[in-house]
């Protein structure tokens, strides 16, 4: 039996996430990386496991010169809105397979990348830009099946639920926000994480999977974690949607009362979803949130799912 040649794979991003995804990668037999889109090559990177100079040859800057370089699937990983959506389109145009960590991108039109995705027999997947490693796409998709959604809550930014934690043990806000530095979980700018803009893509990228649509970013209110204006003690940064006269009323709050003890009961960068359907029942996730290995193993997995539904069709 003559056994397939490897995947080529372009990945987009070399940070905590598309770095993480890269060491597994360059392991596996069973994928060719062709190309890896960064910002500034010569920028030393952090690849587990990965020699410098083997790193080197794969760099490059500039978003077409990865797809030129002719993959079956794009691992995009970029902390850009705008470039991330851009690229993303551009590789299903060229029938290439996505699968996607960036919310922010992911949820500007997922209908549209989903619409893109089809007329160009390519798939896109998104499970690792919420949760990191906890399914809540595939949650709410297997809730949406058996029952109509009423409604969700989730805690879905494992850097804030980790800095509240440290505030709750003690730590000053800068104290806090250096260790989840330290931990891998906050970007060197949190802004988007403690302003509440990071949990308001997931709140809309989730609302569309158990609604069909989402509510305007701009209507989704955001409490900010701040040293100014700590929080009172066991709060969480709870995320709320609901269908309400028929329109969506999502919000990103930090509460400390009311709290379902799932979301009490977090530890560190967990994270966790509540879905209430029509039929009367709750449905539960939880899991690690956020970190290089979590979101990375999560990202594989839609690779793996995208390279399983490639070589069904090389097959037939």
Request: aromatic fraction near 4%; include cysteine; charge should be negative.
């Amino acid at each position: 039996v003559r056994s397939s040649p490897p995947l080529r794979v372009a990945v987009a991003g070399c940070g905590v996430v598309g770095g993480g995804a890269l060491a597994r990668l360059l392991g596996d037999p069973r994928f060719e990386v062709v190309g890896v889109l960064v910002r500034d090559p010569m920028k030393p990177r952090d690849v587990p496991g990965v020699a410098h100079d083997r790193l080197s040859r794969l760099l490059v800057a500039d978003a077409s010169a990865l797809l030129e370089r002719d993959p079956d699937i794009l691992l995009e990983a970029l902390s850009e809105a705008e470039a991330g959506h851009a690229l993303i389109r551009a590789a299903l145009q060229r029938g290439v397979d996505v699968a996607s960590a960036n919310k922010q991108a992911v949820s500007r039109d997922p209908a549209g990348l989903l619409a893109l995705a089809g007329a160009h027999d390519a798939k896109v997947l998104w499970s690792a830009s919420i949760g990191g490693g906890v399914p809540m796409v595939e949650t709410l998709r297997a809730a949406r099946a058996e029952s109509s959604i009423l409604a969700f809550e989730a805690v879905l930014n494992g850097t804030v639920n980790f800095m509240l934690e440290r505030l709750d043990a003690g730590a000053t806000f800068d104290v806090a926000l250096a260790e989840a530095r330290a931990a891998g979980l906050a970007e060197e700018d949190p802004s988007s994480d403690l302003e509440g803009f990071d949990a308001a893509a997931k709140v809309r990228l989730l609302a569309f999977e158990a609604f069909g649509f989402m509510p305007d970013e701009a209507d989704i209110p955001r409490d900010v974690l701040s040293a100014a204006d700590l929080p009172p003690a066991g709060a969480r940064q709870l995320c709320r949607c609901r269908m309400a006269n028929g329109r969506l009323v999502a919000e990103v709050r930090l509460a400390a009362s009311g709290l379902d003890p799932v979301f009490t009961a977090l530890k560190g960068e967990g994270n966790a979803l509540k879905v209430i359907a029509a039929d009367g029942s709750v449905v539960h996730c939880r899991g690690r949130g956020a970190g290089r290995w979590a979101t990375a193993e999560s990202l594989l997995a839609d690779l793996s799912d995208l390279a399983a539904r490639r070589l069904a069709h090389q097959a037939g």
